[in-house]
């Protein structure tokens, strides 16, 4: 993990799943970035913290006590879903 630790109430970005991809290789929604927000971090392992989604069509919960969400390199491809980094640098 970067230099960085996760802190409740930190700006992150989390990638959603998207839809599933269809038989014909389609995919509805992709995985996207989404901003968030930290509500917890894991006390033994801080890559996994809880998360506040906000995305376009509404809010989303991400618990600890229901897997949390694990850090992932910005530069892994393709993201991973499910996972936070940090928002790029502009």
């Known amino acids: 993990m970067s230099q960085q630790q996760p802190s409740v ?5 989390y990638v959603s799943h ?17 901003a968030a927000i930290v509500t917890e ?3 033994d392992d801080s890559s996994r913290v809880g998360l506040s989604v906000l995305n376009p069509t509404g ?3 991400h618990p600890l006590a229901a897997g949390g969400c ?3 390199a910005v530069d892994e ?7 936070w980094h940090w ?4």
């Open 77 to 83: 491809q393709p993201p991973t879903g499910g996972t």
């Open 70 to 72: 694990t850090h992932v």
């Open 87 to 90: 928002p790029e640098r502009v």
């Open 18 to 34: 998207g839809t599933p991809v269809r038989e014909d290789g389609s995919q509805a929604f992709p995985p996207a970035c989404r």
């Open 41 to 43: 971090v894991d006390p």
């Open 59 to 61: 809010q989303f919960f």
């Open 9 to 13: 109430g930190r700006v992150v970005h």
